[in-house]
């Protein structure tokens, strides 16, 4: 299975007496729960047991592209799904539309290229939530700044330094459709058997990407708008693939929504600057809102902290301390309901005997 990516960390978390009498499989594709596997011996559909949806305290322990499962095979073309394993990563953003919900992009990643395109596209803000649900799994992150064919070279330049000088240690390679060497220097960085997920927004040329990595027509690709220089999204579901060069890469339906969870922890990552500063505050509990001797503020003042940055790692920290609180509600309320149930329950045995 090392050519699925059964290497690294995921190989002390999996052992063969986990699966024995088993068959060890890897989830390719999900749909709208029906999933695509692959083991030793090829490719099958497959689902979940009954068992497994109903034990499951929450979405996030249904299977998700990029997990290990245990599998049965029910014949020569489906299998059955009895259990996932546990993950060395998870990519999440809170669930669109649903309160208190986590939503798993992928698992088992390695590394996240975050594609943005140039010229009608890109955006630092959303760039630094894409950021945000990387470091929160200790995903490793790549900017890929796509179609720069459609803005001058010194608009690309210009556009580079922009993001070098907002955002630090990120690797940024700027893409052309017209220009092969581009894409040569993403699958240069690409390493065996090692898991590439590949987010952004609608139509920013994530298929079209792949596709030149993979050299042939893999995933669908529509042409693109003349009226806004915009691919037409094509990508409805999640899809693993392994390249020519044996890396395993990850295409995913557009994301605009990158709603923060519950876990602070990418966030301070992303503004790792601001969380150094802080340390200098007067006050220790210090919103770096309106106090006094607050070292964050007079950053800004300076011209040291971008108010652009210190604006939205104020919004997405308080998106994440909302679920943080919703979930605590939710909880709340899920023992409350299972209390009542019980005493119903107890109140009618009395009665009964």
């Known amino acids: ?53 109903y034990a499951a305290q929450s979405r996030l322990e249904f299977p998700a592209v990029g997990d290990w499962v245990k599998v049965t095979m029910m014949d020569e073309k489906t299998a059955i799904i009895l259990s996932v394993f546990p993950r060395t990563t998870i990519l999440e953003r809170q669930a669109v539309g649903k309160q208190a919900e986590t939503q798993v992009i992928a698992t088992n990643i390695d590394y996240a290229f975050i594609v943005q395109a140039a010229g009608q596209d890109f955006n630092l803000k959303r760039l630094e939530r894409y ?48 220009i092969s060497e581009s894409f040569e220097a993403v699958s240069e960085i690409m390493e065996a058997h090692k898991t590439y997920c590949f987010i952004g927004s609608s139509g920013v040329g994530k298929s079209t990407i792949v596709n030149q990595l993979k050299d042939e027509e893999t995933l669908k690709t529509s042409e693109v708008s003349s009226s806004n220089n915009k691919g037409r999204h094509t990508t409805t579901h999640r899809e693993l693939l392994v390249l020519s060069n044996q890396s395993i890469v990850i295409d995913t339906p557009g994301m605009r929504e990158i709603g923060m969870t519950d ?48 604006d939205n790692y104020h919004k997405m920290k308080r998106e994440q301390l909302h679920f943080s609180s919703s979930v605590h509600e939710k909880r709340q309320r899920s023992k409350s309901q299972v209390k009542m149930y019980r005493e119903v329950q107890t109140e009618r045995r009395k009665r009964k005997y």
């Open 263 to 310: 876990n602070a922890k990418g966030i301070e990552l992303t503004y790792d600057e601001i969380q150094e500063i802080s340390k200098e505050c007067k006050f220790n509990d210090c919103t770096h809102v309106h106090e006094v001797g607050c070292a964050v503020l007079q950053a800004i003042e300076e011209g040291v902290i971008s108010k652009g940055a210190y």
């Open 131 to 178: 950021l945000a649900i990387c470091y929160t799994s200790n995903i490793k992150p790549i900017l890929l700044l796509s179609k720069t064919d459609l803005i001058s070279d010194e608009g690309k330049t210009a556009l580079i330094a922009q993001i070098n000088e907002r955002i630090k240690d990120v690797p940024v390679i700027p893409l052309s459709i017209h």
């Open 1 to 53: 299975m090392k050519h699925l990516g059964f290497t690294g960390p995921i190989t002390s978390l999996i052992s063969p007496e986990d699966y024995e009498g088993y068959e060890l499989a890897r989830v390719i594709i999900e749909h709208k729960e029906r999933y695509t596997i692959q083991t030793t011996t090829g490719v099958y559909s497959a689902e979940i047991t009954g068992n497994l949806r």
